[in-house]
C-alpha cells in the first residue's frame, strides 16, 4: 500500500531574520511617517503644484471632469468649487492670460478648501520640487507599485537622523559640566533627542488620524 508522503515547507534562519528586519523597517517607516504627517508641520505639499492635489486639479480641467477633484474638499464646500470649475473650464479656449489667472484661482480656492478640512492655514500655492523628497518619493512609490525601494531609502534616512542626534548628546555629554554654556549645549541636544524618540512613541501609541494631518 502506497502513502502520501508530506511536504514539510521548512522556513530557513536567513529568511527568518529578513523578513524580522522587513517588519523592524516596517515599524520604523510607519512611526516615522506618522511623526512626520501626524503632529509635526511639514512642508508643502498638496500646496505644490506637484502635489496630488493641483495634479488632479489639472486632468480635471483636461478632461471636464469635476469629480476628479470632490474628494479633497466637503460636500459642503462643492457648491463654491463646482460653479468655479465650470466657469475656469469654460474660458479654456478663450484669451489664454485670462484663463491662466482663472485657472490659478480654481487652484488657489481647491487647495485652500482642501487646507481647511485639515485645519490648516493657506499660505499660496507653492512651486514644484519644492515638497521634501522624502514625501515625492512616497508618491513615487505609490505611482510606481513598489514598496521595498521606499521603504530601504526612508529606513537609511531615519536612523542618520537619530544617530546624529545621539552622537551630539554623547559628545556634549563629556563638557557638559566644564561651564555653564557647555550646560546649556548639552541640555538643548538632550531635549531634542529625547522630545523625538518621545513623539514616535506617543504616536505609536495614539496613532494619527487625518484630523491630525498638517501637509
Known amino acids: 500500500m502506497r502513502t502520501k508522503e508530506t511536504n514539510l515547507v521548512t522556513t530557513s534562519p536567513k529568511t527568518l531574520q529578513n523578513r524580522k528586519t522587513y517588519k523592524t523597517i516596517f515599524s520604523i517607516v510607519l512611526l516615522f511617517l506618522f511623526m512626520i504627517f501626524g503632529t509635526l508641520p511639514v512642508s508643502a505639499h498638496c500646496d505644490s503644484y506637484d502635489g496630488p492635489t493641483i495634479k488632479d486639479a489639472i486632468k480635471a480641467l483636461e ?10 474638499i466637503t460636500p459642503e464646500q462643492e457648491k463654491e468649487i463646482i460653479p468655479l470649475f465650470n466657469k475656469t473650464y469654460s474660458l479654456k479656449k478663450g484669451d489664454k492670460e485670462v484663463y491662466a489667472i482663472v485657472e490659478k484661482h480654481f487652484f488657489e480656492t481647491l487647495v485652500r478648501l482642501h487646507r481647511v478640512t485639515e485645519g490648516a492655514p493657506f499660505t499660496g500655492l507653492k512651486p514644484a520640487e519644492t515638497t521634501k ?7 513615487k512609490a505609490l505611482e510606481s507599485n513598489n514598496i521595498d525601494d521606499f521603504l530601504v531609502k526612508l529606513n537609511t534616512h531615519i536612523g542618520k537622523v537619530i544617530k546624529d542626534k545621539y552622537d551630539k548628546v554623547v559628545a556634549l555629554e563629556k563638557v557638559k559640566n ?31 488620524g487625518h484630523s491630525a494631518h498638517k501637509h
Open 63 to 72: 478632461t471636464n471632469n469635476v469629480n476628479l477633484v470632490l474628494k479633497w
Open 133 to 139: 523628497m522624502i514625501v515625492q518619493l512616497s508618491d
Open 178 to 208: 566644564d561651564s555653564p554654556e557647555k550646560g546649556r549645549e548639552y541640555v538643548e541636544a538632550y531635549v531634542d533627542y529625547t522630545h523625538t524618540i518621545e513623539a514616535i512613541h506617543d504616536i505609536a501609541e495614539q496613532g494619527g
